[in-house]
């Protein structure tokens, strides 16, 4: 039990920052219930912002509810404070993700410095859909995004040429199977936003971060505009050799897929704080059956949730957020 109450402002603040998270197509699948009495801050999945075509097992929508999961206890940290975390604490409550109970730090027990030395990258971090410099990454970086990875309960794998081929190809087929698919797009559609309605939403993706159309280059970028017009967007090369990892987890259930989402955002904040520009793609990873294909192939086991593309070049825009009271309930 904390030794002082938590006044509503700073509740906020930490969940400002948990909901700076990645989400797909930023649907933002989260909500926050906090119990003043208890110390508690429960975290709920928005089942109306799930993806009923492109994530129709909620597997995407709570590796995003993870992320924003691993931004509170960043967030928790650094307002030097200790979070106790319990994921998936109700079995009857399937939406119910987990609770954390916060809690002033002891001397035998202080808030976590690793954590909150990433706080700083919270706001830094963006979606670039735009190119990167065709440059290797040093090693001493992935080895702490590698490490990052691994303090979560995951596995961040640099893909061999052959294996990066490969997942590229499965990107590449997955658009194609866009194409002969009828709905296929209507999430994408969905939460896409155009013209006026960009500059005044609060989620989705506003046209002005879709970056550039890809003229050439073998780089994974989504297109979200399709075949829709968006004003004054060019179209330029992307890089021909991506410099991708794979994010998994060995097993495949809601624990893992949270588990994932937190060593998800700790990858990316770590690259953050690293200089790097990083954008996400599970296209190929939306098809069950395509997914087992995305593993290593050296061990053929694990679950890969994510193929994360790194490198040198613009972080991208800021994306919108929903306004905290919107996600938060303080009883």
């Known amino acids: 039990m904390a030794s002082r109450p938590l006044d509503d402002r700073t509740v906020t603040t930490l969940v400002a920052a948990a909901t700076a998270a990645p989400s797909m197509h930023n649907a933002q699948p989260w909500r926050f219930h906090y119990r003043a009495a208890d110390h508690l801050l429960l975290l709920r999945a928005d089942p109306e912002r799930a993806m009923p075509h492109s994530d129709p097992d909620g597997r995407a929508l709570r590796i995003g509810c993870g992320a924003a999961l691993f931004n509170l206890r960043v967030a928790t940290a650094h307002a030097d404070l200790v979070a106790d975390t319990d994921l998936l604490p109700d079995p009857a409550d399937p939406l119910l993700l987990a609770a954390v109970r916060l809690s002033a730090p002891l001397p035998h027990r202080p808030a976590d410095a690793e954590l909150s030395r990433l706080y700083p990258a919270i706001r830094q971090r963006h979606t670039s859909r735009h190119p990167f410099a065709d440059s290797d990454l040093p090693d001493e970086v992935r080895a702490a995004l590698e490490n990052a990875a691994a303090l979560e309960g995951a596995t961040l794998l640099f893909p061999g040429a052959w294996h990066a081929e490969t997942v590229l190809d499965l990107v590449?087929?997955?658009?194609?199977?866009?194409?002969?698919?009828?709905?296929?797009?209507?999430?994408?559609?969905?939460w896409t936003r155009l013209g006026a309605e960009a500059d005044t939403a609060v989620?989705?993706?506003?046209?002005?971060?879709?970056?550039?159309?890809?003229?050439?280059?073998?780089?994974?970028?989504?297109?979200?505009?399709?075949?829709?017009?968006?004003?004054?967007?060019?179209?330029?090369?992307?890089e021909n050799t991506p410099r991708l990892a794979l994010l998994s987890t060995r097993g495949e259930g809601p624990a893992d897929w949270l588990r994932a989402g937190q060593a998800l955002e700790r990858v990316l904040l770590e690259a953050t704080l690293a200089d790097l520009a990083t954008s996400l793609t599970s296209h190929a990873l939306e098809d069950r059956a395509l997914r087992p294909l995305v593993r290593d192939p050296a061990s053929g086991t694990g679950q890969v949730h994510m193929v994360l593309r790194l490198g040198y070049g613009p972080r991208g825009p800021a994306t919108p957020r929903r306004p905290v009271k919107d996600v938060l309930q303080i009883t």
């Open 203 to 238: 989620d989705g993706v506003p046209e002005y971060a879709f970056g550039p159309r890809k003229q050439d280059g073998r780089a994974p970028v989504r297109d979200f505009a399709g075949r829709r017009t968006v004003a004054d967007r060019g179209t330029t090369t992307f």
């Open 172 to 190: 590449h087929d997955a658009e194609s199977r866009d194409l002969a698919d009828p709905g296929a797009n209507e999430d994408v559609l969905r």
